[in-house]
């Protein structure tokens, strides 16, 4: 019995590389609205968060992603449909390179991510690193390699309680913040975000 050549074109769920899909870069519907699209490019299939090579959730209508011959699996949901990039290409031929090589496809500064330590790419070529927000167990793209002391999803404004004075973060304006105690008043001595240092 003759084995079926793996898809290129698929939609939602669990597949296995190489054998349901064939590595290479896809392009998926994505979804605009509040329910997003989820894809993560898996090494194992315990459902551990360390089996995730690399992944994103995202409400942009397009999304991309390469997936690798080394990874084992690939998950998605609520992305659509996959068809291959560049279908103008002979299947033969590798992909067009792109400007900036990078284990995901292009992320949102600030967006929400889970592969500690992974990079990725903003839209305007700058790499950012998935760093994890101070006293919290979620995780952001940053373009510093470190804390960051504040969940963007989350602003800040002056006189806003912190947890550490050594802390400096932005507002929404772009102001920076510094986690310093309150000098006088009956708080005096808690930890607030200032405009000084």
Same mark, same amino acid.
């Given at each position: ?14 597949? %296995?590389?190489?054998?349901? =899909?064939?590595?290479?870069?896809? =392009?998926?519907?994505?979804?605009? /609205? $509040?329910?997003? +699209? ?13 089996? =995730? ?6 409400? !942009? ?5 390469? =997936?690798?011959?080394?990874? &084992?699996?690939? $998950?998605? $949901?609520? +992305?659509? !449909?996959?068809? *291959? ?9 590798? @992909?067009? @390179?792109?400007?900036? $090589? ?6 949102? #500064?600030? /967006?929400? +991510? !889970? ?12 790499? %950012?690193? +998935? %760093? ?14 470190? &804390?960051?002391?504040? /969940?963007?999803?989350? *602003?800040?404004? *002056?006189?806003?309680?912190? &947890? ?16 310093? @105690? ?8 808690? #930890? ?6």
């Amino acid at each position: 019995m003759a084995h079926a050549e793996p898809a290129t074109i698929f939609g939602d769920g669990t597949q %296995v590389v190489g054998v349901d =899909i064939a590595p290479g870069t896809y =392009i998926g519907n994505g979804q605009a /609205d $509040e329910y997003g +699209c989820y894809w993560a490019r898996l090494s194992g299939s315990s459902g551990e968060i360390d089996d =995730i090579i690399a992944n994103d959730f995202t409400d !942009s209508p397009k999304v991309i992603v390469t =997936i690798k011959p080394s990874d &084992l699996y690939f $998950e998605s $949901e609520g +992305c659509g !449909s996959w068809t *291959p990039a560049g279908t103008s290409t002979p299947p033969s031929s590798p @992909p067009a @390179p792109t400007a900036v $090589e990078s284990d995901s496809a292009t992320v949102d #500064l600030g /967006d929400y +991510c !889970s592969s500690k330590g992974a990079t990725g790419v903003l839209a305007d070529g700058t790499t %950012v690193h +998935c %760093v994890r927000v101070q006293f919290t167990d979620a995780y952001v793209w940053s373009t510093t390699d470190g &804390l960051v002391a504040t /969940d963007p999803h989350f *602003p800040v404004d *002056p006189g806003g309680n912190c &947890l550490d004075a050594n802390a400096v973060t932005a507002n929404s304006q772009g102001r920076a913040l510094y986690c310093n @105690p309150t000098q006088n008043g009956r708080n005096a001595g808690n #930890l607030v975000w200032q405009l000084q240092p």
